[in-house]
């Protein structure tokens, strides 16, 4: 497991954890920089070998680094080194956005900052806006599901969200439509340009495929 691309590629993954927490009396921006800590230490002692999926072994370590911030008092204490070397990281990543017409890479953006990656997360982490993770073409935006406060649960939804992402265009429409939506499987067939039958079987497939990668 590249640990620079699985840091980059799981920080929407800390978004939705941290989303939970919102209103709460702590700023959004400390929740994120508290779960980007528990991401790399996921990343750090997550073994692939364990036969679990990476999102349903770091969810759990991301929201304990957050409820620590309740236990500690509220505030992610971040050092006038950490501030600087994110208001740097955020000058260079725009720079080389501007000349590579791509972001930066953790490593990349380590090598530009001559620190480690690991401090490269947190100074990203740091300085990183709110995006949705489950934003999709088909669906229009963010997908939001209601859950309960327990760990376990938004655990399973996360990990929920995140197979559905991994579907292919179609199938992701269809699950959309049909468990986030509410829509019939006619009136998805017709979103879709499919029959109803059409939908019905392959939906039966998807949701045992899901069923495979969940258990």
């Known amino acids: 497991m590249n640990r620079d691309r699985t840091i980059q590629e799981?920080?929407?993954?800390v978004?939705?954890?941290a989303r939970h927490f919102r209103g709460r009396g702590i700023e959004y921006d400390d929740l994120f920089?508290?779960?980007c800590l528990g991401l790399v230490k996921a990343v750090d002692h997550f073994d692939p070998e364990r036969g679990v999926r990476f999102s349903t072994y770091a969810v759990p370590v991301i929201l304990g680094e957050i409820r620590r911030l309740?236990?500690?008092g509220g505030?992610?204490?971040v050092g006038r080194g950490l501030k600087e070397l994110s208001l740097r990281a955020t000058r260079l990543s725009a720079n080389f956005s501007e000349r590579e017409g791509r972001s930066p890479t953790i490593h990349e953006l380590?090598?530009?900052l001559g620190v480690e990656p690991e401090q490269a997360a947190e100074a990203l982490g740091a300085a990183q806006m709110p995006v949705s993770l489950t934003s999709t073409e088909e669906s229009g935006g963010q997908i939001d599901v209601g859950v309960e406060s327990s760990d376990d649960k938004i655990a399973e939804l996360l990990s929920l969200k995140q197979v559905v992402t991994e579907l292919e265009p179609r199938d992701r429409s269809i699950i959309i439509f049909r468990y986030f939506q509410n829509r019939t499987q006619t009136e998805t067939a017709s979103a879709l340009g499919m029959t109803q039958v059409q939908v019905s079987r392959r939906e039966k497939k998807i949701l045992k495929e899901l069923q495979l990668k969940l258990s």
């Open 10 to 13: 799981n920080l929407g993954l």
């Open 15 to 17: 978004h939705s954890c």
């Open 33 to 35: 920089q508290a779960g």
């Open 70 to 72: 309740f236990r500690d």
């Open 75 to 77: 505030a992610v204490k």
């Open 110 to 112: 380590a090598d530009l």
